[in-house]
């Protein structure tokens, strides 16, 4: 017997929807079959379609749910549900974003949940999740103030709770098993339940209230964090946390990135909106592929020109959108050749220019203004074949 291959439904909004959905009604094949549904849709009946394993419903209202033996994920997306009622009991994922779901009591008897994403249901009442067979939960938006109906979930590996007025993480603390971990958007002060959170790779917390990372000192398998937009001044609890990758400190107060000295392995590196001054302690991170420190206080780029990601002009044009000061900029292009591509930032720098390159006559036109305004110190154009496509600026 061939082996039947199940097709998820996908759904677009269609006014021919309905047509589409009667003409193919039959039309199974190998368990496959793509529908299109549409809100003009009501009362759907799946009867027919025993054997499909991915279910997508979006805006349709009045959705019958039959025995689906095959189905394993199901998402009911903006049907303006009520209740849980007849849901298949071997799905293993379900959906249920943008609803007006109170009541999550009748997750209780499916055994096959794993994940679950509740978003936008702004009325929920968490104390009805009984199902600790979860493992991932997704609450965005839920208008929740408290973790406490979740508390005895612990076989959860992934948690994200985005855009909430959660302040007390008290009632995770015993999650165990998390390793990624969204918690941005919410009213959090006190990361101290998260200390004993020892398999965490991933830990999004940006756009609360914390000033202290004190908790996250003995998070040795973190490689991914993000605090930007909080109270941070002090990053010290960092210091030995040398296997972050990714590690976004934007919108801050920082002055010092000493601590940072021995992350060596780093690729993503935030800083912008920081108080800083010295980028030396940044000088080992050679495996650095993005790095932002656009709006602070640097006085001194060349302890980090060495690094490679200083030799790719993406990178390059990066850094001149980031608004370094004329001198630093400067600095980038008596080692690089920098490139610039707005006769804006050319303008602004006027007083440190005295001779400019471009790769193309035709680019002379785009210097008009700028040679207009520019001062004595411009001494000449000099028209040259370029290595990179754009404009370039040289200091004489």
Request: hydrophobic share 40%; with cysteine.
């Amino acid at each position: 017997m061939e082996q039947q291959q199940h097709q998820e439904f996908i759904n677009y909004h269609d006014p021919y929807t309905a047509a589409r959905v009667q003409r193919h009604q039959n039309d199974v094949k190998n368990g496959e079959l793509i529908v299109w549904f549409d809100s003009t849709l009501q009362n759907l009946d799946f009867t027919k379609h025993l054997n499909i394993s991915k279910l997508i419903v979006d805006h349709c209202d009045n959705v019958i749910l039959s025995p689906l033996p095959y189905i394993t994920e199901l998402f009911l997306i903006s049907c303006n549900l009520t209740t849980l009622n007849n849901l298949p009991l071997n799905i293993v994922s379900l959906d249920i974003t943008n609803n007006k779901i109170v009541n999550l009591s009748a997750l209780s008897q499916i055994k096959t949940l794993k994940k679950l994403y509740i978003d936008g249901n702004k009325n929920l009442n968490l104390n009805t999740l009984n199902n600790n067979n979860i493992t991932e939960l997704q609450m965005n938006a839920i208008q929740s103030e408290s973790l406490e109906g979740i508390s005895q979930n612990t076989n959860l590996t992934k948690l994200i709770f985005n855009y909430n007025q959660i302040s007390d993480l008290e009632p995770i603390k015993n999650m165990n098993k998390l390793n990624i971990l969204w918690a941005s958007s919410n009213q959090i002060v006190n990361m101290l339940p998260l200390k004993q959170l020892r398999q965490l790779k991933e830990l999004l917390i940006n756009n609360n209230k914390i000033e202290d990372l004190s908790s996250l000192k003995d998070l040795k398998m973190l490689e991914k964090l993000v605090l930007s937009s909080n109270e941070i001044i002090n990053i010290e609890p960092l210091r030995k946390m040398n296997q972050l990758l990714i590690l976004d400190l934007g919108g801050n107060k920082i002055t010092d990135l000493e601590p940072l000295r021995e992350l060596v392995h780093m690729q993503e590196l935030g800083l912008n909106f920081n108080r800083i001054i010295n980028v030396k302690p940044l000088e080992k991170m050679i495996q650095l592929k993005s790095l932002n420190l656009y709006n602070n206080y640097i006085q001194n780029i060349n302890p980090i020109l060495h690094l490679k990601i200083f030799e790719n002009p993406n990178t390059l044009i990066l850094v001149r959108e980031q608004k370094l000061p004329d001198h630093l900029l400067i600095q980038l292009n008596k080692k690089y050749d920098a490139i610039y591509a707005s006769t804006r930032f050319l303008i602004n720098m006027k007083n440190n220019i005295t001779q400019i390159k471009i790769n193309k006559t035709g680019a002379i036109n785009q210097l008009r203004i700028f040679v207009q305004q520019a001062e004595n110190k411009l001494i000449s154009f000099v028209n040259i074949s370029a290595t990179f496509f754009g404009m370039y600026v040289a200091d004489q």
